[in-house]
């Protein structure tokens, strides 16, 4: 019999495997308590349990209790490092990860580490939240700031993606306190930094994100390596953006863009350019052109190497630059298109956006009391979860747009008299009878 936790491990990673949820694997034949403390590794299982749960399972018993396949979470860990490139050793690694004893702390954070970075590349937010939520509990552990700090950032930007702003910005000022008092290396600083500007953005903080943005250029961008400089630029003109000073935020961009080669890397190139090609059509007026320049270069290197997250990323900018470029129709196809899918694994802001997007085409379309309800309940939706830069763009977008579809109607003035008294002496003209 395999012991525990080992056994609630592998029982859970099957069961989940199968789509199963705790309630439809017990069925009638035991209670969903007994199941989550089996899970847990609080009960350890009988046999008439085991033969029961393999059963609903459809695998043999020897799957829920048989040895491990004899490699440990170290050598699952070599064997990663070690992988020949475009080598998807995920799922050997999860198992490892449910199956190891603890017994080396270091080890399970690096793999969960792993775990969670391949989570959020595929835009599966919330399994990557779950991982680092242990990852922060083992850098605690490790007593490690450099980890600490590490764990706290990729914290802050994984909730920030599902639209929790109210964790992810105490975690993000954690990072930068950490950061600061251990007087950790410039990297680590820099990403704490840009997490804390970015969340300051969001949540309408312009003032507070200036002065971070001051301190980010003044003290750490001339130490920075050419792809974190890219970065930070990137962020500081995210900044300007929002400020209306779109000149500095497009200079800060076009420097940006030029730091790191395609040759360095060249997925970090491609992101720039997708990003670049998202603020310049947030700008006013909409930089149509340069954005179309960068998201075609973006889009030729995404397509081929990029992952379905990205993919559904360039596609998302292609129906917001249609829109700006008046090719109505093809904004719609592409946003529906990605809104009806079956997998949508956009972040919570870009989601909101492409919603936004939609809304607003459908009352160009006519369907008017239609879109102006799903503006509505997006704005409301922004504003409760404190992505208040974000309902502020959603009620932009809804005031422009009924401006565009009801002009308002302005009466031609008269010379005999203001509008009202044209208008009244009119009525009354209409009412008298016609003379014979």
Known sequence: MLEQPHFGRRLKRLRLERGMSQAGLVGEGLSTGYLSRLESGERRPTERAVTYLAQRLGVDASMLTGPSDGRSLTGVLAA?????????????????????AGDDPAARWQ???????????????ERERERLLEIIELSDLLEAAELRVRSHVQYARCTRALGDMRTAEPAAVEALSIARAERLPVPDTMAALMVVISIETELGRLEAA????????????PEASPSQAAE???????????????????????????????????????????????????MSPPRVAAAERWLGEAASVLALIGTPLQVQ?????????????????????????????????????????????????MILAGRVDEGIAALQELGRQAAES????????????????????RPPQTPTPSPTGPPEQTHSRTALHRSRPARA
Do not use: I, K
């Open 80 to 100: 990663v490092a070690s992988a020949p490139p475009g080598t998807d050793e995920t799922a050997a690694l999860s198992r490892a990860v449910e199956e190891d």
């Open 111 to 125: 793999a969960l580490w792993l775990l969670s970075r391949a989570a959020g590349r595929d835009g599966d937010y």
């Open 210 to 221: 200036g002065r971070h943005v001051d301190e980010l250029e003044r003290e750490l961008l």
């Open 232 to 282: 930070a630029l990137w962020t500081a003109a995210m900044v300007s953006n929002r400020q209306g000073d779109h000149a500095a935020a497009q200079t800060r961009l076009e420097t940006a863009l030029g730091l790191p080669r395609s040759g360095d890397d060249l997925l970090l190139w491609s992101r720039l350019r997708a990003a670049a090609t998202a603020a310049a059509l947030q």
């Open 313 to 361: 990323e360039v596609r998302a900018l292609q129906a917001h630059l249609a829109f700006h470029q008046g090719r109505l129709d093809d904004a719609r196809a592409l946003s529906r298109a990605l809104l009806c899918g079956e997998e949508l694994r956009l972040s919570y802001r870009d989601r909101v956006r492409l919603s936004v997007l939609d809304g607003r085409l």
């Open 386 to 405: 404190r992505n208040l830069d974000l309902a502020t763009h959603v009620w932009q977008t809804l005031a422009t747009t009924l401006a565009e579809v």
